[in-house]
């Protein structure tokens, strides 16, 4: 066999020695390929000897044996009871785990063993005699006596084999802040088993919660190395998805992600870029937030919604005390945007594809104008919900609408491009005019007309 992995890596690299020898005088074949032809001559002279496994037998004809037998273990050959041992289809079975409680001493094998025990991982708490099951693997465990470490290693840890399995390994994992992986190799349970799964969904809950009770007592860095744990060896793809978004519903509500930016930044990186939630504001995965809780989604939002505002008043906007005002105002009423959208000119379009400025997360429209960009805020009041618009060139108020007037002209917060006066200009009726000391009446004109309040 080792002449054959020699003679297959030399066919893999002759691509290579074929580029580098293109100068050179052409290669002699017969010489080059003699190392193979004496590894294909002697894999002829042995061919004769070479010893095959025999044949897995069939589970279920197995078990048709074992049952016309009386389910009687001594019956079987090595071969048949390893089949029963080794198939989820009938290891965990009633009849066979009482006739391994009456005859035990063929379980000592570890083969035999490995076969039950991952039988048990792979469908744990979930067949129909779970404690029969569990006592008597833990009697096997009692009574083995060989040297085998991974049989060691499930004595030491009888409690693998009860109810409370996902959440003492869970504990093992928050606790010493390890990776679920990492835990589950040294208890040899497989990713994808029912343990495995309810491990790693139990971690994510407990990890979470455990974030929320102790971050009080602990600084921002400290928040924010726990943060990168839990996303990075806790939270994955195997992750159950009820667990999922429990844990990042609760992070998203943690205090950290209120007091720290870099907090902030490493989770909505985290989430921007995860397959399983993204951008709640995308249409494509706008639905991945159904699971979400409903405060935490408009908490992220509302995040989402601050840091476009700075965006667009520091990055679209000339950077005078009049923008800054506008911007602080805006700022104040974060928490109560429902839904935004930028929405920029074919000039600021430019400058945003020119700079490659604008931030990963920002998802924006255009206005059919040369200058003139827009912020668009969806807010809730009085009897339903309004939009407010405000632009990017002085000389432009504030525009207010009722949201269904804004929607009935055919278009929506991630419509792609919008008419400047059709669609964000077409009614006067209400308006901040940015003359003065306007901060004060645009605040009581939207708490008294709208119900719209910081």
Same mark, same amino acid.
């Given at each position: 066999?080792?002449?054959?992995?020699?003679?297959?890596?030399?066919?893999?690299?002759?691509?290579?020695?074929?580029?580098?020898?293109?100068?050179?005088?052409?290669?002699?074949?017969?010489?080059?390929?003699?190392?193979?032809?004496?590894?294909?001559?002697?894999?002829?002279?042995?061919?004769?000897?070479?010893?095959?496994? +025999?044949?897995?037998?069939?589970?279920?004809?197995?078990?048709?044996?074992?049952?016309?037998?009386?389910?009687?273990?001594?019956e079987?050959?090595?071969?048949r009871?390893r089949?029963?041992?080794?198939?989820?289809?009938?290891?965990?079975?009633?009849?066979?785990?009482?006739?391994?409680?009456?005859?035990?001493?063929?379980?000592?094998?570890?083969?035999? @063993?490995?076969?039950?025990?991952?039988?048990?991982?792979?469908?744990? +708490?979930l067949?129909?005699?779970?404690?029969?099951?569990?006592?008597?693997?833990?009697?096997?465990?009692?009574?083995?006596?060989?040297?085998?470490?991974?049989?060691?290693?499930?004595?030491?840890?009888?409690?693998?084999?009860?109810?409370?399995?996902?959440?003492?390994?869970?504990?093992?994992?928050?606790?010493?802040?390890?990776?679920?992986?990492?835990?589950?190799?040294?208890?040899?349970?497989?990713?994808?088993?029912?343990?495995?799964?309810?491990?790693?969904?139990?971690?994510?809950i407990?990890?979470?919660?455990?974030?929320?009770?102790?971050?009080?007592?602990?600084?921002?860095?400290?928040?924010?190395?726990?943060?990168?744990?839990?996303?990075e =060896?806790?939270?994955?793809? @195997?992750?159950?998805?009820?667990?999922?978004?429990?844990?990042?519903?609760? @992070?998203?509500?943690?205090?950290?992600?209120? %007091? =720290?930016?870099?907090?902030?930044?490493a989770?909505?990186?985290?989430?921007?870029?995860?397959?399983?939630?993204?951008?709640?504001?995308v249409?494509?995965?706008?639905?991945?937030?159904?699971?979400?809780?409903?405060?935490?989604?408009?908490?992220?939002?509302?995040?989402?919604?601050?840091?476009?505002?700075?965006f667009?008043?520091?990055?679209l906007?000339?950077?005078?005390?009049?923008?800054?005002?506008?911007?602080?105002?805006?700022l104040k009423?974060?928490? %109560?945007?429902?839904?935004?959208q930028?929405?920029?000119?074919?000039?600021?379009?430019?400058?945003?594809?020119?700079?490659?400025?604008?931030?990963?997360?920002?998802?924006?429209?255009?206005?059919?104008?040369?200058?003139?960009?827009?912020?668009?805020?969806?807010?809730?009041?009085?009897?339903?919900?309004?939009?407010?618009?405000?632009?990017?060139?002085?000389?432009?108020?504030?525009?207010?609408?009722?949201?269904?007037?804004?929607?009935?002209?055919?278009?929506? @917060? %991630?419509?792609?491009?919008?008419?400047?006066?059709?669609?964000?200009?077409?009614?006067?009726?209400? +308006?901040?005019i940015?003359?003065?000391?306007?901060?004060?009446?645009? +605040?009581?004109?939207?708490?008294?007309?709208?119900?719209?309040?910081?």
């Amino acid at each position: 066999m080792n002449f054959t992995l020699n003679a297959l890596q030399r066919l893999s690299a002759e691509n290579e020695l074929i580029r580098q020898r293109a100068a050179h005088p052409p290669v002699d074949g017969q010489r080059a390929c003699h190392g193979l032809n004496g590894a294909i001559q002697k894999l002829r002279e042995k061919w004769t000897t070479v010893k095959f496994d +025999r044949p897995k037998a069939n589970a279920l004809s197995v078990w048709a044996e074992f049952a016309a037998v009386g389910y009687n273990t001594n019956e079987l050959d090595g071969l048949r009871f390893r089949t029963l041992c080794s198939s989820e289809e009938t290891a965990l079975r009633p009849e066979f785990v009482e006739a391994l409680s009456r005859s035990p001493e063929r379980l000592m094998r570890s083969r035999c @063993l490995y076969g039950m025990v991952n039988s048990y991982f792979s469908n744990w +708490r979930l067949m129909n005699n779970p404690d029969a099951v569990e006592r008597l693997l833990i009697s096997i465990f009692a009574r083995y006596d060989g040297k085998n470490s991974v049989v060691r290693k499930w004595e030491e840890r009888k409690a693998l084999f009860s109810d409370q399995a996902a959440t003492l390994l869970a504990e093992e994992i928050w606790s010493g802040r390890k990776a679920v992986d990492e835990v589950l190799k040294i208890y040899y349970v497989g990713p994808l088993t029912k343990l495995g799964l309810s491990t790693r969904a139990a971690a994510a809950i407990s990890a979470s919660e455990h974030l929320r009770q102790q971050e009080q007592s602990w600084n921002v860095e400290w928040a924010l190395s726990y943060l990168r744990w839990i996303t990075e =060896s806790v939270l994955s793809d @195997l992750t159950l998805p009820d667990a999922f978004s429990y844990a990042v519903s609760s @992070l998203i509500l943690c205090d950290s992600a209120k %007091r =720290s930016d870099a907090f902030q930044r490493a989770l909505r990186s985290f989430i921007q870029n995860d397959k399983r939630l993204g951008d709640p504001r995308v249409r494509e995965t706008s639905l991945n937030w159904r699971t979400i809780t409903s405060e935490a989604a408009q908490r992220y939002l509302s995040c989402l919604a601050r840091d476009s505002i700075i965006f667009f008043f520091n990055s679209l906007l000339p950077n005078t005390s009049e923008n800054r005002r506008r911007k602080d105002f805006w700022l104040k009423y974060q928490d %109560r945007i429902k839904d935004f959208q930028v929405a920029v000119s074919e000039d600021d379009a430019l400058k945003l594809r020119a700079s490659r400025q604008s931030p990963e997360l920002l998802s924006y429209s255009h206005v059919d104008h040369p200058t003139t960009s827009a912020f668009l805020m969806k807010f809730e009041g009085y009897g339903g919900h309004y939009l407010v618009v405000e632009f990017s060139e002085t000389g432009n108020a504030a525009y207010i609408f009722d949201f269904a007037a804004f929607e009935s002209k055919r278009v929506s @917060l %991630r419509t792609h491009r919008f008419d400047l006066r059709r669609h964000l200009k077409f009614d006067k009726t209400h +308006r901040i005019i940015h003359n003065g000391g306007w901060e004060a009446p645009a +605040r009581s004109m939207l708490a008294a007309n709208f119900g719209i309040k910081p």
